[in-house]
């Protein structure tokens, strides 16, 4: 079936440093991924997101990138502040079967001033 | 836009009770999802409205589990002779339709908190 992987778990960085987060899908017919921060007691705000028409986004301190031919796309956050500390989910779906998401275990990231 | 609401934001309840969520999508979106949040893990898809056709159920959707949206706005997502493991956050995503632009994107709401003593 559907399935999103996502490492680390966990991820720790000094303020200023930069940190990246993997996720792979097994769904080949997947064309959307978007990543969403979730701060305790919240829901999940979307940060960033792509499609499968394109291999990487960019948005301030945030990029997205994606290799369809592996199956994994990658968040990286560059200059990190300690308002950047909470859990961040990946998620892949196919649009065209209802856009149900399929969410990544989440990572916990810390950034440490 | 206000954004999605949930309402009860918590909801303590006895082992056996029926309890009953509301979700109140961004005005306009025609798409509605319901997901399951455990502690430690991602969400997880339980079912979608389109308009007030519901299209799709996971098989975590027990039969205990029933969701409406009569008009195509709110929703409701009710649980019958609730379980421990019932114990969940319980979120309502909307996405607006195709004329809105960007129909894949999902926007969540604060989560409706469970437990189940």
Redesign the interface.
């Known amino acids: 079936g559907e399935n999103v992987e996502q490492h680390p778990s966990t991820l720790s960085v000094q303020e200023g440093d930069s940190a990246v987060i993997k996720c792979t899908y097994s769904d080949s017919a997947s064309n959307y991924f978007p990543w969403y921060k979730q701060e305790l007691g919240k829901g999940p705000q979307l940060i960033i997101d792509i499609r499968s028409n394109v291999g990487e986004k960019k948005d301030q301190r945030i990029a997205v990138t994606l290799n369809k031919t592996a199956k994994h796309f990658s968040l990286h956050i560059t200059e990190t502040q300690p308002e950047d500390s909470a859990v961040y989910f990946c998620a892949a779906t196919f649009y065209n079967q209802g856009g149900k998401l399929i969410f990544g275990q989440g990572t916990e990231l810390s950034v440490k001033p | 836009d206000t954004g ?1 609401s949930q309402d009860p934001r918590h909801k303590i309840t006895k082992r056996g009770q029926n309890v009953t969520f509301r979700c109140d999508p961004i005005s306009e979106h025609n ?1 509605l ?1 319901w ?1 399951r949040q455990t502690l ?6 339980l079912t ?1 409205f389109q308009n007030e056709a519901q ?2 159920k996971s098989r975590l959707l027990s039969d205990r589990f029933s969701a409406e949206r009569p008009k195509g706005s709110f929703s409701t997502l009710e649980i019958q002779r609730t379980e421990q493991g019932d114990s969940a956050m319980y ?1 309502c995503a909307s ?1 607006p339709p195709a004329s809105g632009g960007r ?9 409706t908190r469970l437990t189940v003593l």
Do not use: A, H, K
């Open positions: 999605v798409r999802y997901y430690g893990q991602g969400p997880e898809f979608y299209l799709e979120l996405s129909t894949d994107t999902q926007y969540f709401g604060p989560g």
